[in-house]
Each structure stands twice: as structure tokens, then as C-alpha cells.
């Protein structure tokens, strides 16, 4: 498209060369031209990100086969064991004190299932347990660095922990991502994340995380990705009625029917519920209580059967920030750790509400 403006001509487009050839040949050299570019703005919001976080190395190249011996391999195997035994490298910071503004990191666990449990009143309730696999800290990123990329500004400034969970083979790993494991002594984990925290609850490098950064009792918000359900209906994916199933309807009996766009509109409307692609999705549950710990496995009972992921998948639990179950300075949390190393821990933790099958139940 070209508009006139005195003597010049104004190109909108991308592919204006040969329009400038055509131009010279019957305008003449008088007539100057003057190229630009439309740009459209998104009118939906971008709900996946595919943007490495700025903590992730960037990967330069490619791993190859080494074609090791089975005698070398036990040998390389013997070294990792002994290299990586004691994870913490660098002596223990110090630690901090809880206040009512402190926020403590999170822990990355997997959904291993859901299991029924009764209270002391006989109660059922239904519980998703979540197993907290091989945590550790990987790196602390101080206020100064986030703050460089962080994109909206805070009331307060908050650090961060970047933490692992399931170690992986470091043979099996680039160089870029191995040499991120280093300062930390731990193996090269198979999950990474990062958890904003107060500058009084940072932990150093290769601190281990256990079930035990609870408590029962606790209440706790937990976030995950949801099944991938694949492209659906409007009646799988919204929950719409659907039309009759008889008297003259004619192949419409799981279509959406009107959208109501008609009129002065004659669009549809952004949101508009219609089929597509459902699930995997990021969804956060709040106030979940924890009613039973194992400390030995690492296993966490949660209230509810509907934490967001399927069995298998990993889910990120945080301290809960709703006001009203909150830790108070009567009932505070194991800051800024459980150091489960340190002091002896009962296997079993139960809620003073849920009844112990071990004990009596009839008096």
C-alpha cells in the first residue's frame, strides 16, 4: 500500500523492492521514496513463556558419546560417589531470625498418588501425597542481582534460592549445565526452580531440604502444571449442556450454538469460550492443609485429591500467604530450615485432629 505526501511516497510493507524499481522507471528521479512497517499489537496476553530464566546457562554445545568400557564406566561411577558424598562444600552460613515479614523458600515435590485418611470423629477426608525428592540449594541470588532483572518493581526486596530436586547422572549433562553445580557440590539436578525469599532465609549451597520444612498443621499453597488434555469440545472443556439429542436436531449435539457476535460486533469477542487446547495449564491451589508427614520417605499428606498434575509430575510447595493462616510468632516455622542432620526427628508426624491407627480407637 502507498500514499502521497507532497513529493514523496510512502511504502507500507515489507516487500517494497520491486514497487521501487517500478517507481524510478515512470516517476523519475524527483520523486523520493519512503519505506516503513505496520506493526499489530497482540491482543492476547501470552500465557506460556519460552524464555529461559537469566540463572539457566545457556547452552554451546552438544554432548557425544564417549564409548567407555564397562571397566571404566565403574570406575567413573566409584569417582562421582566419592566426589559428591558430602554436598555441602563451604561452611554453613549463618542464620537468620523469623519475623511476621519473613518468607521462607519452597520445596519441589512429586505426586505419588492419593490416599484416604479419617479424623478422630470419623471423618474421611481425602488426601494427594506428595514426596519431596533429593532437594537441594543450588544457588542463593542476592536483592542487588535480582533487582537488575526483575521486570515489576516490589514493595520489598527479596532474594531468591534456586533449588534442585532429583539428581541426574553428570555424564548425562552439557558443560554449560554441569559447571551451574559446582559451588553447590551436589549432582546436576533433573528440576530447577526459584523461590523469592527474605534476605534473613537464605541457606547456603548444598543445604539439603527435607519433608520436614513442615509441619502438620501447616497450611500451604501448591502449584503445578495441569494434565494435557489436548484439543476439546466446548462441553469437555467448559462444561456446556450441549444441545438436545433428539427432535429434528441435526448433527449439533455437542457444538457450542451461538456465540452472540452478531449485530454492531461482528467479531468475537476475546475469551470467547469456544474449543481448543485444554490443560497444561500453571494453577495454583491455596490453603491446603498438611495432615500427616513421613519423615524417613520424605512424604507429605495435603488435603484435597486435586492438586494440579498427574501422578509422576513435580508441584512446588510454598508457605501459605493467605492472612488468616499464616505463621504467627506462637507457632512458628522451622526457619529457615528444617537441619533434620542436626536433631532427631519422629518418623511418623500426625495432626492433633486425624485419627492414628496404631492407637486406640474405642475406649
Known sequence: MAALCGSKIVVFGRNVASFSSVLQKFAGPAVSLVCTTQ?????????RHTQPPFWLPKTTRTRYPENLTSENEAFVSEVIADQYSSPLKSDPWERGVWNEKSLRC????????????????????????????DNHVIKYIPPEELIEHRVKKRKREFGALIIGSDSADPRMVTKEYF???????????KKLSKFLITPNAKLAPGTPLYASHFRPGYYVDIAGVTIDRGFQGVMKRWGFKGMPASHGVTKSHRRGGNIGSGGEKARVLPGQKMPGHMGRERRILIGLKIWRI????????VQGPAVPGSTGSYVYIYDSLISSRKHTAENPPPFPTSFQDEQEVEEELYDQDLHVFSHPSIS
Open 294 to 301: 513421613n519423615t524417613h520417605h520424605n512424604v507429605l499428606w
Open 39 to 47: 506493526t499489530r499489537s497482540m491482543s492476547r496476553v501470552k500465557r
Open 106 to 133: 519452597g520445596v519441589i515435590a512429586k505426586k505419588i498418588g492419593i490416599y484416604p485418611l479419617w479424623t478422630k470423629d470419623g471423618t474421611r477426608l481425602l488426601t494427594t501425597l506428595l514426596q519431596v525428592s
Open 179 to 189: 559447571n551451574m553445580f559446582s559451588d553447590s557440590g551436589v549432582l546436576p539436578k
